[in-house]
C-alpha cells in the first residue's frame, strides 16, 4: 500500500510539473453513491440490489490543452451493497474506501460553462466496514475486516467513468460510475466478487 501511495503522489507531481504552464486548478466534490456487488462463479453471475452511501473528492485538475487535462485526486468512497431485502428483513452491508484516482478528462465548452466526460483508473483501500440488519428480528450492526482470509480484500483496482457540467463559477454537477477489476472475495470464496458505484455529485474547482 505505502507503494502505491508513494507512486500516486509521483503522478501527483509529474502531473503538476508537465501541467504548470497551463494553469493548475483545484476542486472538491461530494455527494451519493449507489453501490452495489456482481457476483460470478464462471457459470453464474448476478447483481445485488443497490444501497446508499456517500463520497467526498478532492482533486487537481491539470490541463494539458485548452480541452484536455489530467485530473488526479483521493477520494473517500463508501460501497456495499444491500445484500437481502424480504419478509425476514433487510441485510446491508456497508464498506469505506480511500481511493485514488487518476481520471483523462474532455471539455466542450457550451453556455458559458463545460461539458466534460472522463475516464481511467483507480487504486482503492478499505478502511472499514460493516453489516447491519433490520427486520422482524430486531436490528442488529458487525463489523468485519479486510484482507486475503477476512470478508473481503483489502486492495482493489477499478475504472472510473464520469460525465457533467461546469459552469463558468465553477459550480460542478456530475455523475460518475466506478467499476471494480479486482476480485475483493477473499481467498477461501468460489466465487468472484467486485465492486460497482453509480454516483451523483455536487462539487466547486477553481
Known amino acids: 500500500m505505502k507503494k502505491l501511495i508513494l507512486s500516486a503522489v509521483a503522478v501527483l507531481f509529474t502531473v503538476g510539473a508537465f501541467a504548470q504552464t497551463q494553469g493548475i486548478g483545484y476542486g472538491i466534490k461530494a455527494g451519493v453513491n449507489l453501490p452495489t456487488y456482481h457476483f460470478s462463479d464462471g457459470n453464474y453471475s448476478d447483481d445485488t440490489e443497490a444501497s446508499t452511501n456517500f463520497h467526498i473528492t478532492g482533486f487537481m485538475d491539470a490541463p494539458i490543452s485548452p480541452m484536455f487535462s489530467i485530473q488526479p485526486g483521493i477520494s473517500l468512497q463508501g460501497k456495499g451493497a444491500k445484500l437481502m431485502d424480504n419478509d425476514l428483513g433487510t441485510l446491508t452491508q456497508n464498506t469505506m474506501w480511500i481511493e485514488i484516482p487518476v481520471n483523462a478528462v474532455v471539455k466542450f465548452p457550451a453556455g458559458g460553462g463545460n461539458f466534460f466526460l472522463g475516464a481511467g483508473p483507480y487504486a482503492a483501500f478499505g478502511i472499514s466496514g460493516k453489516n447491519s440488519y ?73
Do not use: C, H
Open 134 to 206: 433490520k427486520g422482524d428480528w430486531g436490528e442488529d450492526e458487525t463489523d468485519f475486516d479486510f484482507g486475503k482470509d477476512a470478508t473481503q480484500k483489502g486492495t482493489e483496482f477499478g475504472v472510473n467513468l464520469m460525465a457533467g457540467y461546469q459552469l463558468s463559477s465553477g459550480l460542478t454537477l456530475g455523475a460518475g460510475y466506478g467499476m471494480g477489476l479486482s476480485d475483493i472475495a477473499p481467498d477461501i470464496a468460489d466465487y468472484k466478487q467486485n465492486n460497482r458505484v453509480l454516483s451523483f455529485s455536487v462539487g466547486f474547482a477553481l
